[in-house]
């Protein structure tokens, strides 16, 4: 649509075209509207077109000395662009995927440039191709070996333990909260800029944890089922965010129930902590099924209807609970666990027949 702009010679708005664009992808494929690639990619692209003419019109130095004009603006210029992205999808990234990527915003620093280094030879080595074949070899080689670097950066990004935060998923009234913050940010001109940022950005960080303080308390009790093809797994979630689990399903390499069922809903739980964990049955690999849900919570406690009967098992299940600091509970009768006032579960023991009742 640009390109088509500049053939005319009509002047280009880039968000009519960002528009245009993602109403004729839509007409295409509707379903599109709900998939985390389309809203990252025009979300971080409609951040990039607001924010970052604002944040380099207001931030940028405006030293003409040489040291600023050859090193600190280019690098300001390529983190303002990273900034914007991800301020815009940040909303996008917690819902889907509970997450966001500090180390990207260092990153990009480094990513940005090479990107452009990799699409301009690429385009480069197209038009050499149908010029002179063999002068594309050079030019595409140039573009895998930045495409190489870039990926590499990636690779040891994902392998930091800080390069991430673990989010839940951002209540409704937060994220327009935020939203209209972007967008009010986009609309300043250089005379408002200070002033906005002033008194938007602390009352926008004051309303954050009074929401959440409050969603939290006043959020009910809630008891939710996944069915698996191995049996039924409960979870809980308490006045207060104390979340109780409730059966443990099998994890094979088809079957991944802690990552397809449980941890999305703890992250959509709003900051739920999952505190105790309770087996009716005793899974065969009761080690192995337990381990992601150990690794990724602060589980004080796993009531047990019965220990496995396999000696060694039970020495592994002792060990691996030492491990993590998770007390063993083994009920030899009928118990009652009040885990919050007005909330009752009952656990019945038994060989084959064991069960459970949420009042």
Known sequence: ILLCSLLFQRRSRALNALGLAAIIWLLLSPRSLFAPGFQLSFAATAGILLL??????????????????????????VFFVSVSAFAATAPVLMYHFGELSLFGLAA???AVSLMTVTMNAFFAGTVAFALWPPAATAVMRAAEASLWVTCRIADFGASLPWATIALPVPPVELTLVFVMF????????????????????????????????VRTWTMPMETISFSLAEGDIAGIRFPGGNCW???????TRYNRPYRDAIQPWLR????????????????????????PILQNHDVRELVLCHEPRDPLLQEDLQG????????????????????????????????????????
Not at 53 to 77: H, Q
Not at 187 to 202: C, L
Not at 245 to 251: D, T
Not at 268 to 282: I, S
Request: glycine fraction near 10%; proline fraction near 9%.
């Open 245 to 251: 689990l409730v059966g443990a399903g099998p994890e």
């Open 268 to 291: 959509g739980t709003l900051f739920g902590r999952l505190t105790t964990v309770v087996l009716p049955q005793t899974p065969t690999n009761i080690v192995h099924d337990l381990e």
């Open 52 to 77: 970052y003419p604002v944040l380099s019109r207001n931030l940028l130095p405006e030293s003409d000395r040489l040291f600023i004009v050859l090193l600190v603006k280019p690098v300001l210029r």
């Open 108 to 110: 990009n620093l480094v």
């Open 320 to 359: 691996f609970l030492g491990e993590y600091k998770v007390r063993l509970n083994l009920l030899h009768r009928p118990t009652a666990f009040v885990p919050s006032p007005g909330c009752t579960l009952r656990v019945y023991p038994g060989e084959g027949h064991a069960g459970y009742e949420l009042r």
């Open 182 to 213: 972007l967008l009010g940010l986009a609309a300043t001109g250089k005379d408002s800029f200070k002033g906005y940022v002033s008194w938007a950005a602390p009352g926008m960080f004051a309303v954050i944890p009074l929401v959440l303080l």
